[in-house]
């Protein structure tokens, strides 16, 4: 019986630090309600965002103006990239030029050193980030501990091809290399548990993680 009553005392305190953790937030612009989640002394979305003003068709490349994508989408009507199931999966793919703008007021593309601080709180242990499924197996070392709920949705590559779904997550920092343009990308693989930070152009189509500012 003294058994059972730690566990269950245990079980309840997880269940409460969980309920503390996780709350949402409902964007405004579209009323689009997310989960967010506090990873430390951050708080984040703990999905990518999925706000859609506009649609590009995947050939459209530029290193300067807003492009949004969806990833195996080739139209320019919202409703129907909305209704798509890789929108409803994995949210919206963003150059970088709309990924700096893109977060909601009170919100923030992240700077390397919010990610940073993120991959430091986990131990530098990025399963801690990955969902349990949807990733291609074996997905290592996956626990999504954080409860961060990272999900593998590719990239539009610059000449308009969607590749790596499944494979890796990439998410936009916000910072900028003044001597080169070279902007901050985040990467996530299926097969190893550590987050990359990169340096790619800014016309990639990419995922988009926000921090609460």
């Excluded at 530029?62 to 890789?86: L, P």
């Excluded at 709309?98 to 709180?121: F, V, Y």
């Excluded at 131990?123 to 949807?134: E, P, Q, Y």
């Amino acid at each position: 019986m003294k058994i059972k009553l730690i566990l269950s005392m245990i079980l309840m305190s997880y269940l409460n630090t969980v309920a503390q953790n996780i709350t949402s937030f409902v964007d405004t612009r579209d009323n689009r309600i997310y989960i967010i989640v506090n990873v430390g002394t951050q708080t984040w979305m703990a999905e990518n965002l999925a706000y859609l003003p506009d649609i590009n068709t995947p050939q459209s490349n530029t290193n300067t103006s807003a492009r949004y994508y969806v990833y195996d989408y080739n139209g320019r009507s919202i409703s129907e990239a909305k209704s798509s199931e890789n929108y409803k999966n994995y949210g919206v793919l963003y150059n970088h030029a709309a990924a700096i703008r893109a977060c909601p007021t009170g919100w923030h593309l992240p700077s390397d050193l919010e990610w940073k601080m993120l991959n430091n709180h986990l131990g530098r242990d990025a399963g801690k980030l990955k969902m349990t499924s949807g990733w291609k197996q074996p997905n290592t070392g996956a626990t999504n501990e954080s409860m961060f709920s990272a999900k593998p949705g590719g990239v539009r590559q610059p000449d308009g091809e969607f590749v790596e779904k499944l494979i890796r997550a990439y998410w936009w920092g916000s910072n900028v290399d003044n001597l080169t343009g070279e902007c901050t990308l985040v990467i996530l693989y299926y097969g190893q548990t550590n987050l990359i930070l990169a340096k790619s152009e800014s016309s990639p189509g990419c995922s988009v993680r926000c921090i609460k500012d």
